[in-house]
C-alpha cells in the first residue's frame, strides 16, 4: 500500500514539530516524519540519521514508529536513547550520519512532545518542515527499502568532549544544580562526579511528569526552589535546565536571576578575550545594555532574529564564536560546535567564576540598571499579527523613529526601547519595553498601547509590570 499521511496543521512549526500527544500528534506522526525525512536524507546522498529522544511519559512510545520510517526509508538508525537534546546534536555532528532528530517536547507541558531536527550539520527548519507535510501529503517518498538500528552509547564520550573544555583556576565553587526532572538527569548526575567543586542535583530524577515544577529555567517561579537552595548553601551559583537541557536558566550567589542577556555579557567577554573584535550575536528581544557591552569589550554586536534554528544558520553564514536567546538558548562556535548546548555552557560559566576574584552577584551588579516589562503576548489572528507588525512599522518610519525591523519592530527612544514582534510559533503578538528609568517605561508603555490601537487592537495589561534587570 503506497504511503501518504496528513499532518493536524498546528504541529507543523517554524523550528521544529509539536503538538499534544493524543489529541494532535499520534504514533502514525511519528512513522511519518522518519518516512519522510529519511527520504530527504536519501536523496541527498546519505544513509546514516541519529535518534534520541527525552524523559517524556510519550517518548518511549513514538520513538520505535520514528525509527520504523526511518528503516522504512533505507537509513541506518543510531538509536542513541534518552538524554538531553545537545547529546543528539553532539552524535550528528560527531559521529558519521547524515542528520539527527531529537524526540522532545522541550519546556511545554507533560502532554505535549515533538521533533527537533538537523541535516549534514545544519538545522532543519522553516520551509524545509513545511515541506515534510506536503511530501507526507503526496506520498513523495523513496521506495519502500529496509533499513536497519542499532544502539549507541555515546554518553561517555559526550561527557568528556564537555570536560575537556574546563578551563577554570583553582577556586572550588559551591553549585546548585536542578535539573527539574528533564532529559538531563543521568548526564548530569554523571558530569558533577567529573567537575571540581561541591555539587548538589536538585530533582536529579527523569520523570515526564515533571512532579515539582514545570521545565522552564526563564520562569522565576519556576526557579523558587533553586534561589532557596542557593541561599541556604551559600553557593556561589545555581543552574538550572529546561526539559531537553537545550536551555539554561543562572542564579547568581545571592540568589537573583541573571537573564539571558546578562549571561551572555558575562560569556561574552570572556571569548572577546580571545576572539577580540569578533562579531557575538544576540536575539531581538535582548537588552540595549548587552549590545552596548559587547562593543565596550571589543566586540561586533549583531542583533537578530529570535529563534535558535535562524541564529546558528547566521552563526554559521558571519564566523560568529558566541550566540545567545534571552530564552537561554546558549550557542558557542569557541572550542564547541555551534549548537546550543545548557551543559556546554554551564562548564565554560563555571570556568569563568572559578578564574575570578569577585562573585557572580558583583558582575550583575556591575551592569547599567534598567527596567523593563516581561515577554507580554497577547492574542492574535494568526495572520493579522503580520499585518498590525507592518501598519505599525511602516507609521514609525514616516515619523522617522529609530526603527530595526529585523524581527518585528524594535524602536530606539531616549528613553529606552521597545519591541513588537510577531511569534513564529503561535498566533500571538509578543510586547516588550525597557527603560533606565520608571518614568521612562512609562512612556514606552504608552506609545506602544498607542500604536496597537491605532491597529485596532487592545493594548496589552502592562500593570504590575516592570521588572527589574
Known amino acids: 500500500m503506497a504511503f501518504t499521511h496528513r499532518f493536524d496543521p498546528t504541529v507543523l512549526r517554524e523550528y521544529d514539530i509539536r503538538g499534544i500527544v493524543g489529541r494532535t500528534l499520534h504514533p502514525a506522526d511519528a512513522f511519518a516524519i522518519g518516512r519522510c525525512f529519511g527520504s530527504v536524507v536519501a536523496r541527498e546522498g546519505g544513509s546514516t540519521v541519529a535518534v534520541g529522544y527525552d524523559g517524556r511519559i510519550s517518548s518511549p512510545e513514538l520513538e520505535p ?25 553532539y552524535a550528528a555532528t560527531t559521529l558519521p550520519t547524515a542528520g539527527g532528530i531529537m524526540l522532545t517536547g522541550s ?16 538545522p532543519f527548519f522553516g520551509a524545509r518542515i513545511t515541506d515534510l507535510g506536503r511530501m507526507a501529503g503526496a506520498g513523495d517518498v523513496v521506495p519502500p527499502a529496509e533499513g536497519s538500528a ?32 528533564g532529559a538531563a538527569g543521568a548526564v548530569l548526575e554523571r558530569l558533577v562526579r567529573l567537575l571540581p567543586g561541591r555539587h548538589t542535583v ?18 522565576p517561579q519556576n526557579l523558587e526552589r533553586l534561589i532557596a537552595e542557593v541561599r541556604s ?14 536551555r539554561i536558566g543562572v542564579v547568581d550567589d545571592t540568589g537573583e536571576v541573571l ?35 559587547i562593543g565596550r569589550a571589543g566586540g561586533v554586536p549583531l542583533m537578530f532574529k529570535t529563534g535558535h534554528s535562524l541564529i546558528k544558520s547566521k552563526m554559521a553564514e558571519v564566523g560568529c564564536p558566541l550566540a545567545g536567546e534571552m530564552s537561554g538558548h546558549i550557542f558557542f562556535a569557541d572550542r564547541w560546535y555551534g549548537f546550543d548546548d545548557a551543559l556546554y555552557a554551564a562548564i565554560r560559566l563555571l570556568g569563568i567564576l572559578a578564574r575570578m576574584d569577585g562573585s557572580l552577584s558583583a558582575v550583575r551588579a556591575a551592569l547599567p540598571a534598567v527596567l523593563n516589562t516581561p515577554e507580554l503576548r497577547f492574542d492574535c489572528d494568526d495572520t493579522r499579527k503580520f499585518t498590525v507588525i507592518a501598519e505599525v512599522a511602516a507609521r514609525l518610519k514616516a515619523a522617522a523613529a529609530i526603527v530595526s525591523d529585523i524581527d518585528g519592530v524594535r524602536v530606539q527612544t531616549d528613553d529606552g526601547w521597545w519591541l513588537l514582534r510577531a511569534s513564529n510559533t503561535q498566533a500571538v503578538l509578543v ?21 496597537l490601537q491605532q491597529s485596532g487592537l487592545a493594548a496589552p495589561d502592562f500593570s504590575g509590570a516592570q521588572a527589574g534587570h
Not at 514508529?65 to 546534536?89: D, F, K, N, W
Not at 552509547?153 to 526532572?181: K, P, T
Not at 536538585?202 to 520562569?219: A, Q, S
Not at 549571561?263 to 548587552?290: M, Y
Request: charged share 20%.
Open 202 to 219: 536538585l530533582f536529579g530524577e527523569i520523570d515526564g511528569n515533571f512532579p515539582n515544577h514545570h521545565p522552564d529555567p526563564t520562569v
Open 233 to 246: 548553601r551559600g553557593a556561589d551559583l545555581g543552574i538550572a535546565f529546561d526539559g531537553d537541557a537545550d
Open 107 to 122: 519546556h511545554n507541558p507533560p502532554d505535549y512532545n515533538g521533533f527537533k531536527m538537523m541535516l549534514h550539520g545544519k
Open 150 to 181: 542499532r544502539a549507541v552509547d555515546v554518553s561517555a564520550a559526550y561527557l568528556a568532549r564537555l570536560v575537556a573544555d574546563w578551563d577554570g583556576g583553582d577556586r572550588a565553587l559551591e553549585v546548585v544544580w536542578d535539573n527539574g526532572n
Open 431 to 451: 510586547a516588550r519595553a525597557e527603560a533606565g528609568s520608571a518614568a521612562g517605561l512609562d512612556r514606552l508603555k504608552a506609545a506602544l498601547a498607542a500604536q
Open 259 to 293: 537573564f539571558g542577556d546578562q549571561l551572555l555579557v558575562v560569556l561574552a567577554r570572556d571569548v572577546l578575550k580571545t576572539h577580540p573584535g569578533a562579531t557575538i550575536i544576540a536575539d531581538v528581544k535582548a537588552s540595549q545594555v548587552l549590545f552596548d557591552e
Open 65 to 89: 514508529h520514528l525509527v520504523a520510517g526511518l528503516q522504512a526509508s533505507g537509513m541506518e538508525v543510531l538509536r542513541i536513547g534518552c538524554g538531553p537534546t545537545p547529546m543528539l546534536y
